[in-house]
Nanobody
C-alpha cells in the first residue's frame, strides 16, 4: 500500500522560510518522479515542483529561485525548501507520485504566509 505523509507546514511571515517533507512507503521510491502540488482556497490544484529519479527538477514560474525540491532515496523522502515566502504561497501543499497503480497523494500540509 502506497503511503505519502507530508509534514513541515505552518504559519510564517512574508519573507520567511519553511521546509516541507514527504515520507513515502510502499513503493520503490528511487525510480519514481516525485511532485509537490498546492491548492489555495477557491483555486485549482497546481503543480509546484517535480524531481525525477535522476534528480532533474522543474518548477512553476512563480516559485523559481525561491523554492528548491530535493530527494533522499535512502530515506524515501522528498523535500520542498521554500524561501522568501509570499502571501500568495498560502495553500495546502500535497506530495504526489504517479505509480502503475495510479496517482497517489498525501493528506496535505497547510502553509499560511501572513503577517
Amino acid at each position: 500500500q502506497v503511503q505519502l505523509v507530508e509534514s513541515g507546514g505552518g504559519l510564517v511571515q512574508p519573507g520567511g522560510s519553511l521546509r516541507l517533507s514527504c515520507a513515502a512507503s510502499g513503493i520503490n521510491f528511487k525510480i519514481y518522479t516525485m511532485n509537490w502540488y498546492r491548492q489555495a482556497p477557491g483555486r485549482q490544484r497546481e503543480l509546484v515542483a517535480s524531481i525525477t529519479s535522476s534528480g532533474d527538477t522543474n518548477y512553476v514560474d512563480s516559485v523559481k529561485d525561491r523554492f528548491t525540491i530535493s530527494r533522499d532515496n535512502a530515506w524515501a523522502r522528498v523535500y520542498l525548501r521554500m524561501n522568501n515566502l509570499k502571501p500568495e504561497d498560502t495553500a495546502v501543499y500535497y506530495c504526489n507520485t504517479d505509480t502503475r497503480w495510479g496517482s497517489r497523494w498525501g493528506q496535505g500540509t497547510q502553509v499560511t504566509v501572513s503577517s
